[in-house]
């Protein structure tokens, strides 16, 4: 679906049609928002019920880096489950990272797979891995950036009240790739990605009225759901399917 093509309306018109038009053109466009998860297997993964799953953000040298919101946001989709079946012992990335301190503090952990595998191999960090009970590190990278955008707002007061008119818009991406390792084969078990893109906008209608397209939000669901697929290796049963 082209989006954009509905991202222009003219109020070359009365304010009377222009305002219609506008909250009709956002609703429109609100409602654009692709979807897509792709997943890469290297083996066979499961979980047992006393093994738990780190969600890491992997460290930037420049840059913010994957925001803590989204890896919280996955690490809660993850431990509430959909049932108590579903759910996952997700343990506190904080207190991960403080007990392996110093390896994964941001000046100092590997940013690379190979540096990774190396320092799961180290005997003091493998015997405090084993120590914690996590079977699996989920290592995110990506963000939540914006792409485009247009239009205009203005607002103003007078003797007869305030008010604001015009239309603006603004595109977001959320893109993210989680690599999941497995702690006892001390390797990447594959990894999952999600791409969500959504447009929207704000109409100025006497007050602002805000059309908001839940990008990060749906791109954290959809990361949950094909992880939770992954560990438990549910995708591998439904895929040797009849």
């Known amino acids: 679906m082209n989006c954009k093509a509905r991202l222009h309306p003219s109020f070359s018109g009365s304010n009377r049609l222009a305002v219609p038009f506008a909250v009709f053109a956002a609703l429109s466009i609100t409602g654009c928002m692709r979807a897509q998860v792709v997943e890469s297997r290297e083996f066979a993964t499961s979980i047992g019920r006393d093994e738990g799953v780190v969600l890491l953000a992997k460290p930037h040298v420049e840059g ?13 989709d993850l431990a509430r489950g959909k ?14 990272v403080d007990a392996l301190f110093p ?13 990774l595998t190396a320092l799961f191999n180290k ?4 015997a405090k891995l084993a120590e914690s009970g996590v ?4 290592w995110f990278d990506g963000e939540t950036r914006k792409t485009d955008g247009g239009g ?48 929207s906008a704000i109409v100025g209608a006497i007050i602002p009225l805000p059309f908001i ?8 669901d959809r990361m949950a759901d094909q992880l ?11 895929s040797s399917a009849p």
Do not use: M
């Open 213 to 220: 397209a839940r990008v990060q939000g749906t791109a954290c």
């Open 64 to 76: 913010t880096g994957t925001e803590e919101k989204f890896t919280d946001c996955v690490a809660g």
């Open 123 to 126: 005997p003091l960090v493998a």
């Open 103 to 115: 390896w994964f503090e941001p000046s100092t952990a590997p940013t690379r797979p190979e540096g």
């Open 135 to 138: 079977r699996y590190v989920v």
């Open 152 to 199: 205009s707002i203005a607002c103003g007061a007078g003797p007869g009240g305030a008010g604001c008119i015009g239309f603006g818009w603004w595109e977001k991406e959320s893109a993210y790739v989680a690599t999941v390792w497995d702690l006892k084969e001390t390797r990447s078990a594959g990894t999952v990605s999600t791409n969500v893109t959504g447009t």
């Open 83 to 96: 049932s108590s079946k579903n759910a996952f012992r997700v343990d506190d990335n904080h207190k991960f």
């Open 228 to 238: 939770r697929s992954f560990l438990r290796g549910d995708d591998l049963a439904a």
